[in-house]
């Protein structure tokens, strides 16, 4: 039936029961179509009247407007058709072929909505929005909802997890309809998810960790723990793909854990300490694969992350302590030379300790993907061992024998320049982990000395390129005087090449000899232990024409001589051939007197020099009863004593034109500890000034917390020195106690 012309149409809704009869035609027309009996389109002309019957009915006045009417018929249409054509179909399907049908279905009902939502649609923008009841959309997706969903929504649900588990048994399953079954899940609850959760989610995930707890107990007893490591990985990605595929995002997160805790987080125990395959075991044989698939699994499980970097750490840690008792244990069994094999050792154990934290620093930034929580483990692990005494030597000490032996000559290699530079930059990193960094600057200041003055430094460029790297690590406080130290050797190489001019300028100045000066600034050097000594006529012409070369340079500056840093090359005429002799200052003097007299005693020797007695018999012991006996003593024995007398000697020979006679080592480590520690309390002390300075009222946990805080970056304090230097400051007035609070101090300006 077609409306032929607007007056007929104008008679025709008068009754509601023809305007409906013209409607109900095309809906019937609709319904054949979608059941595949009218392969047909809607003309246009049909389509207008259709809409145009609709506008009528709801547009007339009373009492020929039937948009309520035409509200409820509206609903009726799709219970009809629900009832009388959707659930037949779908009760006589089952599994697979349901799921098809309930496809169709629902392609259908939405088709169908769509199509009368044009004829209804001025019943929709007036009626439906004035009497605010459900819109159209809602009253067709509510129908199918209650008569069809609820219906099929348990078979539907059961049949998708049953595909997914033959998917997950290694089956090809029809993943387009899969994913519009869940589809349907998730659309009939229109804007909300809740039947999508309740009655798809919710069971799925149950099922989930249901199967996978399954195939955990089956794997742990079937397979190795690297196989089931492997396996659960490629199960993780495997239900990752199904969410993109299939399944709606809001699932991944929960599917995922569900997965994680049935595979991983229920047996993170057994896999992590399985001993032939487990954490500690992977990194004892270096399974780089593996541990990077293992932190990849554990990475986004919070709590067992945590217990994978202790595990991690202690790893670290056992293998560092191992490398300390090793170190102990060789250097006690070797026989020698002392201090020749504890020097090895030293040089020894660090080069294993930067190849420890390169080993394990790999590990992190590669397995472990740079992880924060493991740089930590690394780092605490490393500050454990690192801060052990080793062979009765702070770790600061070795560290700065070994940066010291490193720019000397490459560590004892012929290293190349980035070699060397990266091994500096892997120092520089263990200096983080050394407490006592104070400690280190002092050690490395007083080897740092001797290098530029003896001029043993490999090269500067390394030099600078070190002090460079500390100040970045621990700050311009620490590298100010090595800075220092650096500068006063390029100020004095330029210093000494104005007084060759001004010997080059004078003719009435003529040495006789080289003499070199190096000029220091005496507040960023160490401080040297040295004497006055009495000099040949030789070496006072030489200082006598610097004094007047310096005098006239400068004003105000008083020149103090270090002699025991001094260098001589002294010719010695022996019978079997002359030799160059490199001694100290003090020794050549000693060596001197022998040019006017044959024989002389030790007291003579003692009044000559004027020295003390204990310093004269180091210089007699060097150059008498070492190695190189220049001198000869009677009586003939090991040792010096004021009755004994000495000869040059003539006969001695080496098979060396030149030899180099060192003195006795004096053993300086006590006094630079020593020191440090005064400089510590120094360092304590403006500390606390500063702080209550700034707080004026402190309590005295407080006042501690803050004090390690700001010392902890040089050296770590101890309770005891910091309590005493509260006590000492108060002493001084710098602090009270408060009257009523024993434990609160305050600052007196």
Same mark, same amino acid.
């Given at each position: 039936?077609?409306?032929?012309?607007?007056?007929? !149409?104008?008679?025709?809704?008068?009754?509601?029961?023809?305007?409906?009869?013209?409607?109900?035609?095309?809906?019937?027309?609709?319904?054949?179509?979608?059941?595949?009996?009218?392969?047909?389109? *809607?003309?246009?002309?049909?389509?207008?009247?259709?809409?145009?019957?609709?506008?009528?009915? $709801?547009?007339?006045?009373?009492?020929?407007?039937?948009?309520?009417?035409?509200?409820?018929?509206?609903?009726?249409? *799709?219970?009809?058709?629900?009832?009388?054509?959707?659930?037949?179909?779908?009760?006589?399907?089952?599994?697979?072929?349901?799921?098809?049908? !309930?496809?169709?279905?629902?392609?259908?009902?939405?088709?169908?909505?769509?199509?009368?939502?044009?004829?209804?649609?001025?019943?929709?923008?007036?009626?439906?929005?004035?009497?605010?009841?459900?819109?159209?959309?809602?009253?067709?997706?509510? $129908?199918?909802?209650?008569?069809?969903?609820?219906?099929?929504?348990?078979?539907?649900?059961?049949?998708?997890?049953?595909?997914?588990? #033959?998917?997950?048994?290694?089956?090809?399953?029809?993943?387009?309809?899969?994913?519009?079954?869940?589809?349907?899940?998730?659309?009939?609850?229109?804007?909300?998810?809740?039947?999508?959760?309740?009655?798809?989610?919710?069971?799925?995930?149950?099922?989930?960790?249901?199967?996978?707890?399954?195939?955990?107990?089956?794997?742990?007893?079937?397979?190795? $723990?690297?196989?089931?490591?492997?396996?659960?990985?490629?199960?993780?990605?495997?239900?990752?793909?199904?969410?993109?595929?299939?399944?709606?995002?809001?699932?991944?997160?929960?599917?995922?854990?569900?997965?994680?805790?049935? =595979?991983?987080?229920?047996?993170?125990?057994?896999?992590?300490?399985?001993?032939?395959?487990?954490?500690?075991?992977?990194?004892?044989?270096?399974?780089?694969?593996?541990?990077?698939?293992?932190?990849?699994?554990?990475?986004?499980?919070?709590?067992?992350?945590?217990?994978?970097?202790?595990?991690?750490?202690?790893?670290?840690?056992?293998?560092?302590?191992?490398?300390?008792?090793?170190?102990?244990?060789?250097?006690?069994?070797?026989?020698?030379?002392?201090?020749?094999?504890?020097?090895?050792?030293?040089?020894?154990?660090?080069?294993?300790?930067?190849?420890?934290?390169?080993?394990?620093?790999?590990?992190?930034?590669?397995?472990?993907?740079?992880?924060?929580? %493991?740089?930590?483990?690394?780092?605490?692990?490393?500050? %454990?061992? $690192?801060?052990?005494?080793?062979?009765?030597?702070?770790?600061?000490?070795?560290?700065?024998?070994?940066?010291?032996?490193?720019?000397?000559?490459?560590?004892?290699?012929?290293?190349? &320049?980035?070699?060397?530079?990266?091994?500096?930059?892997?120092?520089?990193?263990?200096?983080?982990?050394?407490?006592?960094?104070?400690?280190?600057?002092?050690?490395?200041?007083?080897?740092?000395?001797?290098? !530029?003055?003896?001029?043993?430094?490999?090269?500067?460029?390394?030099?600078?390129?070190?002090?460079?790297? @500390?100040?970045?690590?621990?700050?311009? #406080?620490?590298?100010?005087?090595?800075?220092?130290?650096?500068?006063?050797?390029?100020?004095?190489?330029?210093?000494?090449?104005?007084?060759?001019?001004?010997?080059?300028?004078?003719?009435?100045?003529?040495?006789?000899?080289?003499?070199?000066?190096?000029?220091?600034?005496?507040?960023?050097?160490?401080?040297?232990?040295?004497?006055?000594?009495?000099?040949?006529?030789?070496?006072?012409?030489?200082? &006598?024409?610097?004094?007047?070369?310096?005098?006239?340079?400068?004003?105000?500056?008083?020149?103090?001589?270090? %002699?025991? =840093?001094?260098?001589?090359?002294?010719? &010695?005429?022996?019978?079997?051939?002359?030799?160059?002799?490199?001694?100290?200052?003090?020794?050549?003097? =000693? /060596? /001197?007197?022998?040019?006017?007299?044959?024989? =002389? +005693?030790?007291?003579?020797?003692?009044?000559? @020099?004027?020295?003390?007695?204990?310093?004269?018999?180091?210089?007699?012991?060097?150059?008498?009863?070492?190695?190189?006996?220049?001198?000869?003593?009677?009586?003939?024995?090991?040792?010096?004593?004021?009755?004994?007398?000495?000869?040059?000697? /003539?006969?001695?020979?080496?098979?060396?034109?030149?030899?180099?006679?060192?003195?006795?080592?004096?053993?300086?480590?006590?006094?630079?500890?020593?020191?440090?520690?005064?400089?510590?309390?120094?360092?304590?002390?403006?500390?606390?000034?500063?702080?209550?300075?700034?707080?004026?009222?402190?309590?005295? #946990? #407080?006042?501690?917390?803050?004090?390690?805080?700001?010392? +902890?970056?040089?050296?770590?304090?101890?309770?005891?020195?910091?309590?005493?230097?509260?006590?000492?400051?108060?002493?001084?007035?710098?602090?009270?106690?408060?009257?009523?609070?024993?434990?609160?101090?305050?600052?007196?300006?």
């Amino acid at each position: 039936m077609e409306i032929e012309t607007w007056d007929s !149409l104008e008679m025709v809704v008068k009754e509601f029961e023809v305007g409906w009869g013209f409607v109900e035609e095309g809906i019937r027309k609709i319904k054949n179509i979608l059941q595949g009996r009218d392969k047909t389109n *809607f003309s246009a002309k049909a389509y207008i009247n259709l809409y145009t019957t609709v506008y009528m009915m $709801c547009s007339q006045k009373s009492p020929y407007q039937y948009d309520e009417d035409l509200y409820d018929k509206y609903k009726a249409v *799709f219970d009809d058709y629900i009832t009388s054509v959707v659930l037949p179909s779908l009760r006589e399907k089952h599994d697979e072929f349901m799921l098809k049908e !309930l496809l169709k279905q629902w392609s259908n009902h939405r088709l169908m909505f769509r199509w009368l939502s044009r004829f209804f649609d001025h019943l929709e923008r007036h009626y439906v929005k004035k009497s605010k009841k459900p819109n159209l959309s809602a009253v067709a997706l509510t $129908c199918f909802r209650n008569l069809v969903y609820e219906e099929v929504k348990g078979k539907a649900k059961d049949t998708v997890i049953s595909l997914i588990d #033959q998917e997950r048994e290694g089956e090809q399953i029809d993943k387009a309809l899969v994913k519009n079954i869940v589809d349907i899940f998730v659309e009939i609850g229109a804007s909300e998810l809740d039947y999508y959760t309740e009655d798809f989610e919710k069971f799925f995930l149950k099922h989930t960790s249901a199967y996978y707890s399954r195939k955990a107990s089956e794997w742990i007893l079937e397979k190795s $723990c690297l196989d089931y490591i492997r396996n659960a990985e490629e199960c993780l990605k495997i239900e990752k793909d199904r969410v993109a595929h299939y399944l709606h995002y809001y699932s991944g997160e929960k599917l995922l854990k569900k997965v994680q805790r049935k =595979l991983l987080i229920e047996h993170a125990s057994q896999l992590l300490e399985n001993e032939y395959f487990g954490f500690r075991a992977l990194l004892r044989d270096e399974k780089v694969d593996d541990l990077s698939r293992m932190y990849r699994l554990f990475s986004k499980i919070t709590n067992v992350l945590e217990q994978v970097s202790e595990m991690f750490k202690q790893h670290v840690v056992a293998e560092g302590t191992a490398l300390v008792k090793q170190a102990e244990n060789s250097a006690s069994n070797k026989q020698g030379n002392k201090k020749d094999i504890v020097g090895l050792q030293e040089q020894s154990f660090v080069r294993k300790v930067i190849a420890l934290h390169d080993k394990n620093l790999a590990y992190v930034n590669d397995c472990f993907q740079n992880d924060s929580l %493991f740089h930590k483990a690394l780092k605490e692990a490393c500050e %454990f061992f $690192c801060n052990k005494n080793i062979m009765g030597s702070s770790s600061a000490e070795l560290l700065a024998s070994f940066c010291d032996n490193a720019l000397k000559n490459g560590g004892g290699e012929k290293l190349s &320049g980035e070699a060397i530079e990266e091994m500096l930059e892997t120092v520089v990193k263990l200096l983080a982990f050394i407490h006592d960094k104070d400690l280190f600057a002092e050690f490395y200041r007083k080897k740092l000395a001797r290098r !530029l003055l003896f001029e043993r430094n490999a090269s500067d460029e390394h030099e600078r390129s070190f002090l460079a790297k @500390l100040k970045q690590e621990c700050g311009g #406080q620490l590298t100010s005087k090595l800075e220092g130290m650096a500068t006063d050797i390029t100020l004095a190489r330029e210093n000494q090449a104005s007084f060759e001019e001004y010997l080059d300028s004078d003719p009435h100045v003529d040495l006789d000899l080289d003499f070199t000066v190096t000029v220091l600034t005496a507040g960023i050097w160490p401080t040297y232990k040295s004497f006055d000594v009495s000099l040949p006529a030789e070496m006072l012409k030489c200082v &006598g024409a610097f004094k007047e070369f310096y005098a006239a340079k400068t004003k105000r500056r008083k020149l103090t001589w270090i %002699f025991s =840093l001094g260098t001589c090359i002294v010719n &010695g005429n022996f019978e079997p051939k002359t030799m160059e002799l490199i001694v100290t200052t003090y020794q050549a003097a =000693l /060596l /001197l007197l022998f040019n006017a007299a044959d024989r =002389l +005693s030790y007291s003579d020797i003692v009044e000559r @020099l004027q020295l003390s007695e204990n310093d004269v018999a180091r210089l007699l012991h060097s150059l008498s009863c070492a190695r190189y006996k220049i001198l000869t003593k009677e009586p003939n024995t090991r040792s010096i004593s004021p009755t004994d007398v000495f000869e040059f000697n /003539l006969k001695f020979t080496d098979k060396m034109r030149r030899i180099k006679i060192p003195l006795p080592l004096v053993e300086e480590k006590k006094k630079i500890i020593e020191d440090v520690d005064k400089d510590r309390r120094f360092s304590i002390d403006a500390a606390i000034v500063r702080i209550m300075k700034s707080r004026k009222v402190l309590s005295h #946990q #407080q006042l501690v917390t803050e004090c390690i805080e700001q010392l +902890s970056h040089m050296f770590k304090p101890d309770l005891k020195v910091i309590k005493k230097r509260i006590e000492d400051l108060i002493t001084r007035e710098y602090l009270e106690r408060d009257d009523d609070n024993p434990s609160l101090f305050r600052y007196l300006a």
